[in-house]
């Protein structure tokens, strides 16, 4: 059974950051694609950054690319999200995400991964 955790959202200012993480059970995450994904009120999940299986190399929406980073620790099994210079469209709750057989070309595409965390809730405002 996998599990995700995540942890870390919270009501920030605009301009302001935040690291969001996501811990795994149950799946090793150095060797798997792991994502993040935000749903906002009234819009679809939208994808945010992902690594796609162990390589290194990041994908990330146009929208956050400079601003967000993803990041692991695969001694704790951990993904990261750290965000900055954040704006109020950057409302959401922020979901991970992990699938074992998704191809390079669906990484974005949410209805490809198999197991989520539970969400956390992060709001821009002043």
């Known amino acids: 059974q996998v599990q995700l955790v995540e942890s870390g959202g919270e009501l920030v200012q605009p301009g302001g950051s935040l690291k969001l993480s996501c811990t795994a059970f149950?799946?090793?995450?150095?060797?798997?694609?792991v994502a993040w994904f935000r749903e906002a009120p009234g819009k679809e999940r939208e994808f945010v950054a992902a690594?796609?299986?162990?390589?290194?190399?990041?994908h990330y929406a146009d929208s956050v690319k400079g601003r967000f980073t993803i990041s692991r620790d695969n001694a704790k099994n951990t993904v990261y999200l750290h965000m900055s210079s954040l704006k109020q469209d950057d409302t959401a709750v922020y979901y991970c995400?992990?699938?074992?057989?998704?191809?390079?070309?669906?990484?974005?595409?949410?209805?490809?991964?198999?197991?989520w965390g539970q969400g956390t809730q992060v709001t821009v405002s002043s």
């Open positions: 149950g799946r090793t995450i150095s060797r798997t694609t």
């Open positions: 690594f796609f299986r162990s390589n290194s190399v990041p």
């Open positions: 995400a992990t699938d074992s057989t998704i191809i390079l070309s669906s990484v974005r595409d949410f209805r490809q991964y198999d197991y």
